[in-house]
């Protein structure tokens, strides 16, 4: 046996016997004489350093495959438990809550509980308790309407609302919205005779005060001159009230913030530059080019409740939108783009943090919104002249477009907000039929009996009645 040969048989043996008895020193005890008389040569040399680094190549490999073996082992299980366990959740899952909408009943404000025949409420925010000095007993609301023309001064009013624990309507037939599985009554168990007959048996709406608006130098708003849109309760015992404000042929937009008791103006919400009117040079009255559309102004406030503190300290987040376009974001080519804007109210100031895109469905006007506990999420009513849809919204991933300047043409690099269907009222309710005329706004309510968190629609009527329209909206776990 030559030397050569006796290194491949070591080599082989350690393969076999896990690396042991392969490294020269064994070689040497047994071939001792021979290695002493060996003629060394240039191929012996090679082989005997081909051998070394074999013997530590085996070595090593050995004990890594040892060492990695357990480590192997615990990852292969883990990835088949988890895989086996926890379930796959889609990006879309992550962004929407799984949301279930009830409805519950409906009651109506008549026209004799206001001050005038022909005044209706456009507008509602529930005042969350212990976020106010108010210590009246009960739920309060707080409305505002867009035609005041019969009253001297622009008010906001005080309403109280009790809600009666009591079993909600069962439907002779759901509908089933996927996937936010939404279920109500159908068209022929609501429908006009409904909306008289008190189905939830609530006590009705009872009006409180009406509370004139004032300026900073204490006087009057003038109801000629100013409609009141929207309106929201903040954590400092205020509103934010937006109204559109007329000069002469122009309509300005304008949000401030008023002092809940006594109607005293407190603070100014800056609205950017493109939201007021400016027209082409022949100044004629069809020549805008720039601005909010009449009467499609801000037609939703919200604040978001995640910023609620005791006595209104910390900073709070305003939304704000509009019904409409801008005009200068009119496209007839694409469907209608809103901009929802964000605020940060602080003590002494307010600042506009980000403009987003909302796509707004075609032949539709956006008359509510409000913000949800989930930072980012949002609910939205879209009113067409035959029907209405509520959405979940989600603004996590939005672009910021407070420096596009106009919202026209093929916007591939922008991400608009994410929006889902959570109640198509055409599917529910065959459309409008046996509703208000004309849906105008929507706020979060007190919880309800059944644990869910009322969600309440507020409408107007042919009679001019104001109408409300009570939903339990119920996150599933």
């Known amino acids: 046996m030559n030397f050569a040969t006796t290194i491949f048989n070591r080599v082989r043996y350690g393969f076999e016997h896990g690396g042991r008895g392969i490294f020269p020193t064994a070689i040497l005890q047994q071939h001792q004489k021979r290695w002493i008389n060996l003629q060394w040569n240039s191929l012996n040399r090679l082989t005997?350093?081909?051998?070394?680094?074999?013997?530590?190549?085996?070595?090593?490999?050995?004990?890594?495959?040892?060492?990695?073996?357990?480590?192997?082992?615990?990852?292969?299980?883990?990835?088949?438990?988890?895989?086996?366990?926890?379930?796959?959740?889609?990006?879309?899952?992550?962004?929407?809550?799984d949301?279930?909408?009830?409805?519950?009943?409906?009651?109506?404000?008549?026209?004799?509980?206001?001050?005038?025949?022909?005044?209706?409420?456009?507008?509602?925010?529930?005042?969350?308790?212990?976020?106010?000095?108010?210590?009246?007993?009960?739920?309060?609301?707080?409305?505002?309407?867009?035609?005041?023309?019969?009253e001297p001064s622009v008010q906001f009013y005080r309403l109280k609302f009790d809600f009666n624990?009591?079993?909600?309507?069962?439907?002779?037939?759901?509908?089933?919205?996927?996937?936010?599985?939404?279920?109500?009554?159908?068209?022929?168990?609501?429908?006009?005779?409904?909306?008289?007959?008190?189905?939830?048996?609530?006590?009705?709406?009872?009006?409180?005060?009406?509370?004139?608006?004032?300026?900073?130098?204490?006087?009057a708003l003038s109801s000629d001159l100013t409609r009141p849109e929207s309106i929201t309760f903040s954590p400092r015992d205020s509103i934010f009230i937006a109204t559109e404000e007329i000069q002469g042929d122009q309509t300005m937009p304008f949000?401030?913030?008023?002092?809940?008791?006594?109607?005293?103006?407190?603070?100014?919400?800056?609205?950017?530059?493109?939201?007021?009117?400016?027209?082409?040079?022949?100044?004629?009255?069809?020549?805008?080019?720039?601005?909010?559309?009449?009467?499609?102004?801000?037609?939703?406030?919200?604040?978001a409740p995640d910023g609620f503190s005791p006595g209104g300290f910390d900073p709070f987040r305003l939304f704000a939108i509009t019904a409409a376009p801008l005009m200068q974001d009119v496209d007839p080519d694409f469907p209608p783009r809103l901009r929802l804007l964000h605020y940060v109210i602080a003590d002494r100031a307010s600042f506009l943090v980000s403009e987003t895109l909302y796509p707004l469905e075609l032949n539709c006007q956006l008359v509510g919104m409000v913000a949800l506990k989930t930072s980012g999420s949002f609910l939205s009513l879209e009113r067409s002249?035959?029907?209405?849809?509520?959405?979940?919204?989600?603004?996590?991933?939005?672009?910021?477009?407070?420096?596009?300047?106009?919202?026209?043409?093929?916007?591939?690099?922008?991400?608009?907000?994410?929006?889902?269907?959570?109640?198509d009222f055409a599917e529910n309710f065959g459309g409008?039929?046996?509703?208000?005329?004309?849906?105008?706004?929507?706020?979060?309510?007190?919880r309800l009996p059944d644990g869910g968190q009322s969600l309440i629609l507020i409408g107007s009527a042919p009679d001019n009645t104001t109408s409300f329209l009570v939903f339990s909206l119920i996150k599933n776990d």
């Open 48 to 97: 005997l350093n081909c051998y070394w680094v074999v013997c530590l190549a085996v070595r090593f490999a050995v004990r890594l495959a040892r060492n990695l073996a357990p480590v192997m082992l615990g990852l292969t299980l883990i990835t088949a438990i988890t895989a086996c366990t926890i379930p796959q959740v889609t990006a879309e899952e992550r962004m929407f809550s």
């Open 165 to 219: 624990p009591v079993k909600p309507l069962e439907p002779q037939a759901s509908t089933q919205l996927e996937p936010a599985r939404s279920q109500s009554l159908n068209s022929d168990s609501f429908n006009s005779d409904s909306l008289k007959s008190d189905s939830l048996k609530p006590n009705p709406f009872n009006l409180e005060a009406a509370i004139p608006l004032t300026n900073l130098s204490g006087e």
């Open 385 to 423: 002249p035959t029907s209405a849809q509520i959405y979940q919204v989600f603004t996590g991933d939005a672009t910021d477009i407070s420096r596009v300047e106009y919202l026209r043409g093929n916007l591939g690099s922008i991400q608009p907000l994410r929006k889902q269907l959570l109640f």
């Open 255 to 303: 949000i401030g913030e008023f002092d809940l008791t006594t109607g005293a103006f407190r603070n100014l919400v800056p609205v950017p530059p493109g939201y007021g009117p400016e027209r082409e040079a022949d100044q004629s009255l069809n020549s805008s080019i720039q601005g909010i559309q009449p009467d499609l102004g801000f037609k939703s406030l919200t604040i």
């Open 99 to 150: 949301l279930t909408l009830n409805f519950w009943g409906a009651t109506t404000l008549p026209p004799a509980a206001l001050t005038t025949a022909d005044l209706s409420l456009s507008d509602l925010t529930y005042e969350i308790p212990g976020y106010s000095a108010s210590t009246l007993p009960g739920q309060h609301f707080y409305g505002v309407s867009q035609h005041q023309s019969g």
């Open 432 to 446: 409008l039929k046996g509703l208000p005329a004309e849906l105008t706004g929507m706020t979060l309510g007190p």
